[in-house]
């Protein structure tokens, strides 16, 4: 990117990444202006990425929503969703050569500020409070895949959901947004789901209201 125009127009934007976090806005100007960065625009239903990818690269979503999905010979396993400010392809930096671990595919229309491998690690090596924000990040990313994993781990489905419930709940809330989405995280049924659901919610464990899924007190830990 080379257009101070440009610079200026993503400058506030990327300063409210958990990137560039605490970076004061004229050093993320100036490094917008010398660094070899690029935006790009994607479709609906086109990839950021996908399994088949050895593009080493960090993007971070200016605009719209894009799904990032586990695809295997069982099926497709919906990991998380990503929206505006959103970092991806962390696993694509030093990963020798190493294909991409899932596909992320654009919901709507989306615009991604494009960061390749090796201008990642100079603006690590050069800007401390950036290296100690992706080391935040990477920890939060690992901490997310764990309590996946945990969930995965509980032998009966009404058990896993309820370990998804209390790892994912913002306090003793959890939305659903798609229950499609929800089994397909969860790696089982929409009517194996319901009738976890209605296990959960006959043990007094959880209350449903709608798509509103309330942890009950005793169950928290």
């Given at each position: 990117?080379?257009?101070?125009?440009?610079?200026?127009?993503?400058?506030?934007?990327?300063?409210?990444?958990?990137?560039?976090?605490?970076?004061?806005?004229?050093?993320?100007?100036?490094?917008?202006?010398?660094?070899?960065?690029?935006?790009a625009e994607y479709n609906a239903g086109e990839y950021l990425f996908r399994k088949s990818d050895r593009t080493d690269r960090i993007g971070i979503l200016l605009r719209g929503s894009a799904e990032v999905n586990r695809e295997s010979s069982d099926g497709s396993m919906h990991m998380s969703t990503l929206r505006r400010n959103d970092l991806?392809?962390?696993a694509s930096i030093c990963g020798e050569g190493e294909s991409f671990v899932t596909d992320i595919r654009c919901r709507e229309r989306t615009r991604v500020l494009n960061i390749p491998e090796a201008e990642m690690l100079n603006l690590l090596s050069e800007n401390r409070t950036v290296l100690r924000n992706y080391l935040c990040y990477l920890n939060g990313r690992?901490?997310?895949?764990?309590?996946?994993?945990?969930?995965?781990?509980?032998?009966?489905?009404?058990?896993?959901?309820?370990?998804?419930?209390?790892?994912?709940?913002?306090?003793?809330?959890?939305?659903?947004?798609?229950?499609?989405k929800l089994s397909e995280s969860l790696c089982v049924s929409r009517a194996t789901l319901y009738r976890a659901l209605d296990t959960l919610e006959e043990e007094h464990k959880i209350r449903r209201n709608g798509k509103e899924i309330e942890l009950m007190e005793e169950c928290q830990s």
């Open positions: 990117m080379s257009k101070l125009s440009d610079a200026e127009r993503y400058t506030r934007q990327l300063g409210e990444t958990v990137l560039f976090r605490g970076v004061p806005g004229d050093r993320i100007r100036s490094w917008l202006i010398e660094a070899d960065v690029s935006v991806f392809g962390a690992i901490r997310f895949l764990n309590k996946r994993l945990d969930a995965f781990s509980k032998n009966s489905v009404a058990a896993r959901v309820m370990t998804f419930f209390a790892a994912e709940a913002n306090g003793r809330i959890y939305t659903v947004k798609s229950f499609t």
